[in-house]
C-alpha cells in the first residue's frame, strides 16, 4: 500500500513539476515535451492507483482478490473490501476523461496541434479537449482515437472548435481533475479502511501482517 501510494505521489509531483515549466511558457516546439509530461504522469497515476485498489480489496467484485498470487488486505483479513461499488455511477466517467490523453499517447499516439493561423508553431497550440478524443462508439476497454487527418479538418470547421482547447490548458485542466479524482478516491479508501480496521481483531492482524507490529 505505501509503495503505490509514494509513486502516485510521486507522479503527481513530476506532473506538478513540468506544470511550472507549461506556465512559464517554457514548453518548446516541435513536441512541446513538457506539456506531453504533465499528460503522462497525471495518467499514469490511475493505473497506480488501480493497483492499490487490488493491494487492498476490489474495485466492483464480490471476490475478495481480483489477481495475483500475493494475498491482497482483504484475503488477509478475511473480509470483503469492495472500494468502489457506485464505480459506474460516480467514478468511471471523471476517470475516463482524466485518463484519456495519457490513453491517447500510449495506444494511439500524441494529439495533432493546431495554430490559429494555420502556421506551424506561430501562437499557442490547441488540440482537441479529452472528452473529444475518441470514437464516441468506441468500446470502453478498446478506445480508438481520431486520427491526425481526422483532427486537422475538424479545426478547420468552425462550428468545431469549440471542440479545442489550447495545450496548456489542457495540462492544467488534466492536473486539477486528477488531483480531485485521487483526493476523492483516497477519501473512499480510508472510509473503507476506517470501517474494517475498527474491529480490534481484524486491527491486531493488520497490524502483524502488515507491519510486523506483534502484540
Not at 478475511?78 to 455511477?89: K, N, S
Request: charged share 30%; proline share 4%; with cysteine.
Amino acid at each position: 500500500m505505501a509503495e503505490r501510494s509514494y509513486e502516485i505521489y510521486a507522479n503527481l509531483c513530476d506532473a506538478l513539476d513540468e506544470m511550472k515549466v507549461v506556465e512559464k511558457g517554457q514548453a518548446k516546439e516541435p513536441r512541446y515535451r513538457a506539456c506531453l509530461n504533465v499528460l503522462r504522469y497525471v495518467g499514469d497515476t490511475f493505473h497506480l492507483f488501480d493497483e492499490l485498489t487490488d493491494v487492498i480489496g476490489t474495485r466492483t467484485s464480490r471476490l475478495r482478490q481480483r489477481k495475483g498470487a500475493r494475498q491482497n488486505l482483504a484475503t488477509i483479513l478475511h473480509t470483503d473490501i469492495r472500494l468502489f461499488p457506485d464505480w459506474h455511477a460516480n467514478w468511471k466517467s471523471r476517470r475516463d476523461e482524466a485518463i484519456a490523453y495519457r490513453n491517447m499517447l500510449v495506444h494511439h499516439g500524441r494529439p495533432w496541434y493546431h495554430f490559429e493561423k494555420d502556421d506551424e508553431f506561430v501562437g499557442t497550440p490547441y488540440i482537441l479537449d479529452a472528452k473529444h478524443c475518441a470514437y464516441s462508439g468506441s468500446r470502453a476497454d478498446l478506445r480508438e482515437f481520431l486520427t491526425w487527418g481526422e483532427q486537422r479538418d475538424l479545426f478547420k470547421d468552425p462550428k468545431e472548435r469549440s471542440r479545442f482547447i489550447s495545450l496548456p490548458e489542457a495540462c492544467a485542466s488534466s492536473c486539477d481533475k486528477t488531483t480531485t479524482w485521487l483526493n476523492d478516491g483516497y477519501g473512499r479508501i480510508n472510509t473503507k479502511l476506517d470501517r474494517v480496521l475498527s474491529a480490534p481483531q481484524k486491527f491486531a492482524i493488520y497490524k502483524a501482517q502488515c507491519w510486523g507490529v506483534v502484540p
